[in-house]
């Protein structure tokens, strides 16, 4: 199955000048699946950038050994942002320019992630509360490095009423950031819930930089929605592209004016799958057996086939079984389909 062919597509905007947009759609960090194997598979399916799952500033600035495995990363993704969470502008800088020096093109700062620990530190969401440190944060960052700084939000911390992402918008630009990415939904919201696109449109129209529009999407139709609705520059995509690297695809279509392709046969669905699970296997041995098991029932979504299917591999225990789980469902599906 085809990518999009992306360096034929003008840029629709550029990331600090650096990186180019040309699909309007991104992959969004989420810790425990955006790994290595699920970007690579993300940006050949047309995602214009995709990010690390979120590492703490304290243990990345410590070159800690787990922090740094989460960074694996490969030239086949780039441009793939690393994304660091932390509170204070002298050790987010440090922990920016160790990115910078690992080979990242981009540095994103999370500032929504809602964990209570997180929190609690002053970091990830709890800076939605505080806009001067948003503006300090970024401003350390983007002096200690050459790569552009990008800052992924939430349109607040309550439902406070849209001057929140303005105002949080606005801080982060202030700072020097060179996009914006909006979670609408508010931390109090979690994951869940209706996303906020009044609060997009004004933190839109508050700033020059590009703003990314994230929350929700699931579909090509709900892309289209997002970006009518919010008017943001593109759209990022967080659990709809779960077991649908796909969905990259029918979304760079879509926001292009083109006709959508069939979904993929179930042979091709089998090669991705296994692609992935070989991808975990390398980057983290046998442990990619019980990483992929997620993965599995995300592929296996909808499918009749997939109560049974997703049980045995659950069960599984060696990378030989999985494989002829695998292997086995691309047989089944073929006879269900016939
Ligand atoms: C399991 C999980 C892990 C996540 N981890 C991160 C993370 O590490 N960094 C981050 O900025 N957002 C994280 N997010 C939030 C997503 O990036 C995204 O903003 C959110 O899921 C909304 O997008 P969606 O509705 O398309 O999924 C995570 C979300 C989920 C569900």
């Known amino acids: 199955m085809a990518a999009e062919a992306q360096a034929e597509v003008p840029a629709a905007f550029w990331i600090g000048g650096r990186i180019p947009v040309r699909n309007r759609v991104l992959a969004a960090p989420m810790c ?74 981009l540095v994103d700062l999370n500032m929504g992630c809602p964990v209570r620990k997180i929190v609690r530190e002053g970091a990830g969401s ?26 992924k939000v939430r349109s607040g911390w309550a439902h406070q009423g849209h001057q929140d992402a303005a105002t949080i918008a606005r801080a982060a630009e202030a700072g020097g950031a060179a996009l914006i990415t909006i979670h609408a939904r508010a931390r109090e919201q979690r994951h869940d819930g209706p996303v906020d ?23 090509a139709e709900d892309a289209l929605w997002l970006l009518r609705e919010s008017g943001c520059d593109a ?15 029918d979304v760079a279509r879509a926001l292009a004016g083109r006709e959508p392709l069939p979904p993929p046969s179930a042979e091709e669905r089998a090669r991705l799958m296994g692609e992935h699970f070989e991808g975990l296997l390398e980057l983290v041995g046998a442990h990619g057996v019980h990483l992929f098991r ?25 990378e030989a079984t999985v494989r002829e789980l695998i292997a086995g469902w691309e047989a089944l599906a073929r006879a269900c389909a016939g």
């Open 32 to 105: 425990g699946s955006s790994k290595l194997p699920y970007r690579e598979q993300a940006r050949r399916f047309g995602a214009d950038v995709v990010y690390t799952e979120m590492v703490k500033a304290k243990p990345l600035v410590k070159d800690d050994a787990k922090t740094l495995r989460l960074l694996a990363t490969s030239p086949g993704e780039s441009p793939c942002g690393a994304q660091v969470c932390g509170a204070e502008p002298e050790r987010m800088a440090r922990a920016a320019a160790r990115l910078e020096a690992l080979g990242f093109p």
């Open 294 to 318: 997620k993965h599995a029932r995300w592929y296996f979504h909808s499918r009749p086939e997939a109560p049974e299917f997703v049980e045995r591999l659950y069960r599984a225990q060696t």
């Open 197 to 219: 696109t009044a609060a997009l449109r004004a933190a839109k129209s508050a700033v020059a930089i590009p703003v990314v529009a994230n929350g929700g999407v699931e579909s």
């Open 235 to 249: 759209v990022m995509i967080g659990r709809g592209a779960h077991g649908r690297p796909w969905l990259f695809r």
């Open 126 to 151: 709890a800076l939605l509360r505080d806009p001067a440190q948003i503006e300090a944060v970024v401003r350390a960052c983007v002096a200690a490095v050459d790569v552009p700084v990008t800052v």
